[in-house]
């Protein structure tokens, strides 16, 4: 799905993890982006595109209902980069 989206020239996007709630009902796509400053810009298209997601899930999954997609920033990753970013700087000091 990620391959069919247009993203912002230079955006790389990642797929994370997916968690589902306990009753299928919707499902939260953490989204990772580099550069940090198109994340934004690439959820906008993410969540604009979601009822195209939903229609293919829909041809594609054996089951009903099918669950919401609900695509969110990855913190993680964000939190990773500013440690990288803090322990280059201690290194060079």
């Known amino acids: 799905m990620l391959r069919e989206a247009d993203f912002p020239e230079g955006a790389l996007v990642t797929l994370t ?4 709630s306990a009753n299928l009902i919707q499902v939260k796509a953490y ?3 580099m550069p940090q400053e198109m994340s934004r810009d690439v959820l906008k298209t993410l969540r604009g595109m979601v009822y ?3 229609q293919k899930l ?4 054996k089951m009903r209902p099918v669950p919401r997609i609900i695509f969110v920033e990855e ?3 964000r939190e990773a980069g500013r440690i990288e970013e803090l322990l280059e700087k201690i290194k060079n000091d």
């Open 17 to 20: 993890r997916v968690e589902t």
């Open 58 to 61: 829909n041809g594609r999954l």
């Open 75 to 77: 913190e993680a990753v």
């Open 52 to 54: 195209e997601f939903q």
């Open 31 to 33: 989204i990772s982006v």
